[in-house]
């Protein structure tokens, strides 16, 4: 299957422009959502594309991607549910998200949750400056830094959990949200492993 790898940049948390300018060169496509096309350019980064309500991204930057705006006629969703679902349709596997949290607390549990709902049909991860999450809802290996923090936190009740590569390993346990269990572990080694029989939840790590 061929793999197709877009970023996808919000409105949120500003990265650092060497952290943006690094992940853009991995990505087949660049889509900004809003008023993430500023912050695009600011760090200078060019998108690919801008979807959204662009009720936030500023008449610059209208003017100078005007050629690059995907219009969506839809006020029935976020503009982060707009660019999953444009990103999905046009046949894209993985994508990474920058500034989609950090600055509002509503949106930013409002998006993860999204994207939870998300990672059955794409692989999802959301990036800062110094850390990582993954939506998961099935089994997964991760390449990470050795003696990083890492927290495991349930959306949906999770059954046979079992975590590998850690300090403190975990074996067919049973996660329902709200537990504070799985919280700051700490990876082994360069690579760990998560795997359970049922449910959802997302994976923060450090890097």
């Known amino acids: 299957m061929q793999t197709y790898r877009a ?12 952290v943006l300018q690094s ?30 309500d662009l009720d936030s991204v500023s008449p610059r930057t209208q003017k100078l991607l005007k050629d690059r705006i995907l219009h969506v006629p839809t006020q029935e ?3 982060l549910e707009k660019a999953i679902l444009w990103l999905k349709k046009h046949h894209f596997t993985h994508v990474t998200l920058v500034g989609f949290v950090g600055d509002r607390w509503d949106f930013s549990v409002g998006n993860l949750l999204a994207l939870a709902r998300f990672a059955r049909t794409l692989e999802i991860c959301v990036a800062g ?22 927290s495991i936190i349930p959306v ?11 300090k403190y390993p975990l074996t067919n346990a049973r996660l329902t949200p709200g537990t504070t269990r ?9 690579r760990f492993g998560v795997s359970f029989t049922r449910g959802t939840l997302l994976v923060y790590y450090e890097v």
């Open 23 to 52: 992940l853009a060169k991995q990505a087949d496509y660049i889509l900004a959502a809003d008023g993430g096309a500023d912050k695009a350019l600011a760090c200078g980064v060019t998108p690919d594309g801008v979807i959204g």
């Open 156 to 166: 949906k009740t999770c059954t046979g959990v079992t975590l590998t590569g850690l």
């Open 7 to 18: 970023l996808l940049i919000g409105n949120g948390e500003q990265l650092a422009p060497r």
């Open 77 to 79: 969703n976020t503009d």
């Open 129 to 150: 400056n110094h850390w990582r999450l993954v939506p998961l809802v099935r089994r997964a290996e991760l390449t990470c830094k050795k003696n990083k923090r890492i």
């Open 182 to 190: 799985t919280l700051s572990n700490q990876t082994a080694s360069t």
